[in-house]
Structure formats: C-alpha cells, structure tokens
C-alpha cells in the first residue's frame, strides 16, 4: 500500500499561502491599531481644547470692564490678558477731584477682609486705567472697616465704611456710581504649540511674562484674539480663534464670541 502524504511543492505552496494570508492580516490589524490611535489622539486633543475654550470663555465673563487686552509677539506668541472682578457695587461716599479723603462707603452685600488687599477702581474706560499709573484705581491696602456689626448684622444693610491710610482723592466719578475691586491679572499665552495660564503677578503697563504659568493645552496649530470696545448699542465683545492639532490641516478649531456684561 503506497503512503500517502504532501510532496514539496505542495509544502512550498501552503507555506506562499500562509505568508500572505499572514502579511494580509497582520496589516489589516496594523490599520486599525493605527485608526485607533490616531482616534484616541484626536480625542484627547478636542478634549484639552474644549476644556481650555470653555474655561477661558467663563472667566472671560468675570473680567472687569475695559480690562480686556491683547497682547501680540510677530511669530512668536499671541496672548489675551484680562482683570477679573473680586466684588462690585454701589458707593455712597467717596471722594472725587478736588475733595480729598480718607473715607469710604460702600453698598456690598458679599463683603469680606480678603477684599482689603485688593484693589478698588472707579469708572475705568479704558486698559490704561488698570495696568498703568492711575487716580481711579486705589489699593485698599492698610485700610480698615469701621462699622464690622453692621457687616454682619442683615438687619442693618450691607453699607461698608472703609477707612483709608491716607487720603485719596478719585479723579472722576462714576455716572451710574459704581465701583469693582479687582483681582490680580489674569493671561493665557499661546506659544511654541501651547497655551499657558498665568495668575498672579503685578498689573503692568508691558507684555505678560513669557514662558511662564501652567500648562493648559497643547499641540495648537494657531490662536487669535481681538477685542471690540463697546458702543452705544452693545457690550466689549471678544472674539477668539483657537486652532488644535498635529498639522496645519487640522479641522478641530473653535471660534468663540464672548460679550462682556459688565459696564463701568
């Protein structure tokens, strides 16, 4: 009985076979492994970049009125700076060009002794009046409450009767007699492919420092700022292009108009 079995051609053939068959699969895992990464990839860049548009959009809106400023570098970074607000309010008293003194009062209903080491600013109408030398811009530095039972006493209104180191005098006042105290300055930077936030530092007339503050987003391709004064008809609006991805083609971009409520 003769045996039976597979010659070698036969064993040459099946071998080709399994090679392809092999190559084939093996490419078409490759492929999807490489679509999933690229996914992945693509999601965690769309999430970082909504979470930095969002969170820039919210605190946009807190910004002190005609604090917003941009603050561009040719080919080298492109940044949006911003004030936000602490507290505001209404004043009963304060003193105005040519008066002078050391006394304030103040209608604030959240008023707490944090706000002393703030800044309290009066009509201010344009970024000069913040980051530049101003007489409608005061710290509140060294001053002191004296009416603190009536703070926390509801029954007796929330007037807050500040006491000055020296006298001060404002330059004008406010037609609608309003005040804000202010937080410190407030910028996100984008350069070399991120975008940064810095907090914290000193009003200041230059540029924001460069280089600095925490990390927000990465892999951005471009990022645009303007702002548009308010007019009669409408509030400051800031628009803002922001534009994320590993190539110039990248589609994922966000285009945001942010009205500012706040009027001074």
């Known amino acids: 009985m003769r045996a039976r079995g597979f010659t070698l051609v036969e064993l040459v053939i099946s071998l080709v076979i399994l090679a392809i068959l092999a190559v084939a699969v093996s490419n078409y895992l490759g492929l999807g492994a490489r679509m999933y990464a690229d996914v992945a990839e693509r999601e965690q860049i769309l999430g970082q970049s909504r979470f930095v548009a969002e969170r820039l959009v919210r605190e ?3 910004a002190a009125p005609n604090s917003v400023r941009v603050n561009d570098v040719a080919g080298l970074s492109s940044c949006i700076e911003f004030i936000p607000v ?3 309010g209404v004043y009963r008293r304060l003193p105005v060009a ?4 050391n006394e304030l009062q103040l209608e604030l209903f959240n008023w707490n002794n944090s706000l002393l080491a ?4 009066v009509y201010p109408t344009t970024p000069a009046h913040y980051y530049a030398a101003s007489d409608r811009r005061l710290s ?7 009416n603190a039972a009536a703070i926390t006493n509801p029954e007796q209104g929330a007037s807050v009767q500040l006491a000055l180191a020296t006298a001060y005098s404002f330059a004008t006042d406010s037609p609608e007699r309003r005040f804000y105290i202010l937080q410190t300055s407030v910028s996100y930077c984008a350069r070399d492919g991120e975008i ?10 230059g540029n924001p420092p460069a280089g600095a503050g925490v990390l927000m987003a990465q892999q951005v391709k471009s990022a645009l700022f303007q702002v548009q004064p308010a007019v009669l008809t409408r509030n400051a609006v800031v628009n803002m292009f ?6 110039s083609s990248s589609d994922m971009f966000f285009n945001y108009e ?6 001074p």
């Open 140 to 146: 509140l530095q060294g001053a002191s409450v004296t």
């Open 86 to 88: 602490a507290a505001s």
């Open 258 to 263: 942010v009205h500012l409520p706040n009027v």
């Open 242 to 247: 922001l534009q994320f991805g590993s190539d």
């Open 196 to 205: 940064r936030r810095l907090v914290g530092y000193d009003f200041s007339a």
């Open 98 to 101: 040519p008066q002078s003194s």
């Open 60 to 62: 946009l809106r807190n």
């Open 118 to 121: 703030q800044q309290l600013i």
